[in-house]
């Protein structure tokens, strides 16, 4: 076969059995964002590509770090690094749309690069965002559909680290650092848990800082204790104004997750910095605690100036990434979900051709009442069409023969136990259909 | 704003009430799809251009007709202009798939095409394909899929239109036109319904058919009757050994489709011969009768070569593919679905900021109950709150005040009626989740 007729490089296919599992995780996760008011939402899958490079979005750089190409009239494009743009681009786009508009969006997005166990060059995003509301309420709300989502996908130990980069900015501030290294610096910080002490001080000395600034900066970022604690001591030491802003942004936020309840999972981590250069307040991370070293399991935070950027209004965001592709990949190994193999409940197996039309007559039956069935299209032997059902991994075999067709009772054999019982069409019907 | 902060040429942003909508559709054609024992199944939105220029796929030509771009390695890519090719080559790379492997698939593809009405060059496709029965049962199954889909959504009046590839090859035989004229034939006959007989006769002059042969074609291809009576004059007429087999089929197929109910819908169609090459076998098409030229709502056939050429074992499969966009289009047009603005059920609005916790409690515990609700967001006095949650056209308004968290008693507005109640929380729930 030739090479070519394989997947591109850092792209994958979805059989059906890995799929069922996305649609499950998927489903779970659309149905917590529903209850709490957020809407579907899409956009195409390739953007101009003056808005995938515009500031605040990806910058110069990006050219190189996506699928780049160009329409038969010249036009520029990409395909979307992030679905965090082109929502920013529709919003700046509709003013019209009532506020707070909250969407979600669960979507594919692309990135050239370097391919690694779990990083691919096509995967999925899961975002849910507010535009339009600058109150904590928003944040803490979007941090609730995050902790549901989680639980509701069997997520058992994790916590939600918050910090606020109007505290960093304090920081940087404080400290004495150059404004314009302040990225260099946020970089630098959020590696901490990551890369260590060492790493982190020799990349703020790399940004130009002195030894007396970086000691006092680590002073700030390494406070621990309790929300309440580590916000007090925050206190005593930024007394700025951005500083005080940023600290009473997060202390309502644990406020307010009492209603939610959520807040014995709040950690404030001063070292949490992110990577983007976009966001403006609140930022958090909800990262896994079970100790398996599964890592950050959704990220996000507020950025107030994204959609004024792309020509909108000033219009406040926050919002949350839920990393589904790690999140599928941890289940999957956790054996957190029992998903049977295929969405089939039924095969219908007829012992010969005579018999054929009653069989497809009583699939018709069980479809019609929703339930899932397949019946033999390969004029197999019987005992062909158990072993296919066995390894479609069906739960039962409903089999047709010309007596059963008379005395309206057929033998219903279920596939894990191997137990058999005659019933009627009538009762399997209601057998399988109070059983979902 | 800058003109490249638009969506790029040919493609749409889909905002929550469209998306609601067009998730509707999908949901209910997922639905019947699984009922029938089909998978979901998901392949990468590129592919290496090889694969898409194959014999068999698009051809020499298609660099011009699709999104082709080259990645940093300077592999060659497209973007993928259907979903049969990535399918079949995900087929041919996995021999180790249990036949019949039956999947389905509603996803995008895109095609660089002059941009008409209804025609994008972004578009959803919604497939459902047998692969590896080479039996009439599974073409019989692929149409009831589609007649039971269309009629899950709500239309009612609409035929099967069934034709054979191999009645049209003894057809070229029988008049005696030019075998490699064979595709040139195929495509003018396909147009004498869209575009009459004058058009039909100037293109098979072109193609190189002499008037005699013309005169043969048009007597066959215009045979009118039941089912039964045009196969009966077509086989008067076709006697090679390819000719009888392709009216078998089409036999076979009329008389499994009342099994599945849908004979009454088939119309057999000699002149129906559809766009593509990779046909081998039947081919169909459902076209809407309702007389509000909506046209044709499905369309495939059997491609019994198609895998083969992509490297794979000999696999006969079948299928067909529901026209979703024009569907979409048609049933918002027609007025075909009743659906809310929004999916969100409730908004709990606060009638001051003192009960903003109780409030968020109370929507907690909706939630919790699988009940979509919103709370303000935006600190809007209580009559802006109503006017939002009007605009965003949900059901109800849950009012939370003091005295209403003391007495455990909450006004319950049905925006439609207008209609108060005073109901309990509990009461509320219940009568939330029983009206689902």
Known sequence: ???????????????????????????????????????????????????????????????DQIYYFKDKSDRELGLRFDLTVPMARVVANNPQLPKPFKRYCIARAWRYEEIRKDRFREFWQCDVDTVGSSSMESDTEILAVAVDSLEALGFKKFCVKLNNRKIL????????????????????IDKLDKFGEETVKDELKAAGLKPKQIRELFKFITIEGSPGEVIKKGEKILQSSIGSQGLEELKKIVELSKSYGFTDKIVIDFNLARGLDYYTGPIFEVVDMSGKNIGSLAGGGRYD?????????????????????????????????????????????????????????????????????????MSRKISKQFEFADNLGVAFVLTVGPKEVKKNKFKLKDMKTGKEQELSLEEIIKKMTSER
């Open 169 to 188: 900015s304090a920081l940087i501030d404080f400290v004495n650092a150059p404004e314009k290294k302040k990225y260099d610096v946020f970089r630098a």
């Open 1 to 63: 076969m030739p090479e070519n007729f394989q997947t591109p490089r850092g792209t994958r296919d979805f059989l059906p059995e890995e799929m069922i599992r996305r649609e499950a995780v998927i489903n779970t996760v659309k149905k917590v964002f529903e209850t709490y008011g957020f809407s579907p939402f899409e956009t195409p899958a390739f953007e101009n590509f003056e808005l995938l490079a515009a500031k605040g979005s990806g910058g110069d750089a990006i050219k």
């Open 305 to 377: 100036d994204l959609i004024e950027l792309f020509g909108g209004r000033p219009t406040p965001a926050t919002g949350i990434s839920l990393g589904i592709e790690r999140i599928v990949e941890v289940m999957k190994q956790e054996k957190m979900v029992k998903l049977p193999k295929t969405n089939v409940k039924v095969f219908v197996a007829n012992v010969n051709e005579e018999v054929k039309k009653d069989t497809i007559k009583i699939a018709q039956e069980l479809r019609k009442n929703g339930i899932s069935c397949q019946v033999d299209l």
